[in-house]
């Protein structure tokens, strides 16, 4: 597994965080993980926001290479394959649950979705912890 990033970092760790995760995708596919319960290609093709399938390669094999993802054989289906964040992966569980605050404070949308928001709110470790052990939240 390659970690390491493909361009010159100043050693900032926020210019390191961004170079893993710093585009929308990626953020994307680690909630549809962690938070959704995405288990599949298909599960993750199939998220609120419609990424495209050739998208979704790129992002994913970036967070293969990173670290974030882990990508085994279904062995229920040898022809696909189910993803898992890595422990790695998984530490974000504190940045996730600050995000999900902050968008749920400061939310514009004509019908914010609110029940992950009301979730971090009422049990913030909890959902932090459900991540941390890999467990759906």
């Known amino acids: 597994m390659n970690t390491k990033p493909r361009r010159n970092l100043s050693g900032c760790p926020i ?4 170079s893993v995760f710093g585009d929308r995708w ?10 959704k319960g995405a288990k599949t290609y298909a599960e993750l093709l199939d998220g609120w926001e419609g990424i495209s399938s050739n998208i979704l390669v790129q992002r994913m094999k970036h967070l293969e290479d990173r670290g974030i993802v882990e990508k085994y054989k279904n062995p229920a ?60 939240t």
């Open 26 to 35: 990626s953020l994307i596919i680690v909630r549809d993980l962690a938070i």
């Open 77 to 136: 289906n040898w022809r696909s394959s189910i993803y898992e964040l890595t422990p790695k992966g998984r530490a974000l569980a504190p940045l996730l649950a600050e995000i999900v605050l902050w968008g749920g404070t400061y939310n514009e949308a004509d019908d914010p979705m609110q029940s992950t928001f009301e979730a971090v709110q009422s049990d913030r470790a909890g959902f932090e912890a459900a991540i941390l052990e890999g467990k759906e």
């Open 15 to 18: 210019d390191y965080a961004l």
